[in-house]
Each structure stands twice: as structure tokens, then as C-alpha cells.
């Protein structure tokens, strides 16, 4: 089975711009989760989409969006760019989201923002 | 916020030896899972402890947990360079099913010797 796939794995923004990211889950999972790492505040969660809905989201603004797919294929959007949004975004899935599944991450996008 | 906090922040062994790395948390959890990160990649999934189990291996990693004190240890034996890499624990929140939400600690930077 294909692994965990993310695109693009490098990007380079300017401040105020918008950037848009995608993830495509293994094969039959339905589960995608995002999160953001940075060296400061190290791995944090975004949000978990589930079946086209999110379904849990961490505390970060509303400039971070994200959507999925019927195929589970899922996108997160982050506007108005700022320095600080420079970091490695991994996405992880997992067959339902249950605490009992395990999380398989891509090889993460590193976005930096100048 | 965190939930795990790895101990210690970074480790420096010879090949051959063991490594071992603690992780303690802060609310009551389903699982606990460790995960690996070599150089700003994606993280590896190695091994899943349920929180009524109290030790797990998987060839060379034995995993412990004890609820009671909130904590957990990684042992990795017999080390070899290619273990070099950071290591993270991740909990999943005690609510619901869901496991959307993994909070990880900021993780051990393990590295080996030849």
C-alpha cells in the first residue's frame, strides 16, 4: 500500500499570502489529521477531518481552514501569511480516527514565509 | 499546550548501548504511542500501548507504562547509528472515541555513535 502522500514538499510564501496544501491518505482510511511543527512550540494539532467533516480542531486562528474530499483526499488552506506560520505541516491518517488507531504521517510540506 | 514531556531533551550513546527515554503526561489517557523523526521529516509510528497494558516490545523497543505516575519509557536496545533520530510520545485526550486529537511532547533527540 502507498504510504501517506503530501504536495508540495517545500513551498516559499511572502507575507500576506495565501497557500494551499494537500494531503492523500493511505488507501481506505478515512481519517486525516493536520499538524503544524516548528521548533519553538514543536508538534501541535490542527484539526481531523472525517468523512468529508472536521471533526475535532486545535486552537489556532481562523486564518487555518482545511476541507476533505469524498475520496479522503484532504486540503488545509492557510491565509494572510505570516512569519510565523513558517513550519513543517505534516497530515497523518488512520482508518476511523479511533483512539486505537495508529497515525501514519506523510513526509510533511515545509512551508517558509518571508 | 503539551500534554507529554519527554525526559531526557537529548541523549548521546555509543553504538551497541541501550537508550532509554521517559515521557510523562498530564490527564488520563486511551493509549500512549511513540514515534520517530529523522531530521525534520515525517514521524514513523513505532509502537502503541493501550492504558491497560503495562509493557509492550517490538524487536528492539520495550515500551512500559504506569498510569498511576502518568509515565512512560522507550527503551531501545542494543543501539545502532541508524536509531539517530528524535523521538516523541503522543496521547490521545480520554474522550469519546476519537482519537483526532494527539498532543506530543517535545521529544528526545537520541543520537548514536558509531
Known amino acids: 500500500k502507498a504510504g501517506v502522500t503530501q504536495t508540495p514538499r517545500y513551498l516559499i510564501k511572502t507575507r500576506g499570502q495565501q497557500v494551499t496544501l494537500s494531503c492523500s491518505p493511505i488507501?481506505?482510511?478515512?481519517?486525516v489529521s493536520w499538524y503544524q511543527q516548528t521548533p519553538g512550540q514543536g508538534l501541535q494539532f490542527l484539526f481531523e477531518?472525517?468523512?468529508?467533516?472536521?471533526?475535532n480542531k486545535g486552537n489556532f486562528p481562523g486564518r487555518f481552514s482545511g476541507r476533505q474530499f469524498s475520496n479522503s483526499r484532504s486540503e488545509m488552506n492557510v491565509s494572510t501569511l505570516e512569519l510565523g506560520d513558517s513550519a513543517l505541516y505534516l497530515c497523518?491518517?488512520?482508518?476511523?480516527?479511533?483512539?486505537?488507531?495508529?497515525?501514519?504521517f506523510g513526509p510533511g510540506t515545509r512551508l517558509t514565509v518571508l | 499546550s503539551q500534554q507529554g514531556e519527554e525526559d531526557p531533551q537529548a541523549l548521546s550513546i555509543q553504538e551497541g548501548e541501550n537508550a532509554t527515554m521517559n515521557c510523562s503526561y498530564k490527564?488520563?489517557?486511551?493509549?500512549l504511542q511513540w514515534y520517530r523523526q529523522n531530521s525534520g521529516r515525517g514521524l514513523v509510528h513505532l509502537i502503541l500501548?493501550?492504558?491497560?497494558?503495562r509493557e509492550k516490545h517490538s524487536g528492539r523497543l520495550r515500551v512500559t507504562l504506569d498510569t498511576s505516575k502518568k509515565s512512560s519509557s522507550l527503551l531501545i536496545t542494543a543501539s545502532r547509528a541508524a536509531d539517530t533520530a528524535s523521538y516523541f510520545c503522543?496521547?490521545?485526550?480520554?474522550?469519546?472515541?476519537?482519537?483526532?486529537?494527539?498532543?506530543f511532547g517535545k521529544g528526545t533527540k537520541l543520537s548514536v555513535k558509531p
Open positions: 500501548i493501550r492504558s491497560n497494558e
Open positions: 490527564t488520563s489517557i486511551n493509549n
Open positions: 488507501s481506505g482510511h478515512r481519517s
Open positions: 503522543a496521547t490521545d485526550m480520554n474522550y469519546g472515541g476519537s482519537q483526532g486529537n494527539l498532543i
Open positions: 497523518a491518517s488512520s482508518l476511523a480516527g479511533l483512539t486505537s488507531d495508529t497515525q501514519y
Open positions: 477531518y472525517f468523512s468529508e467533516t472536521q471533526r
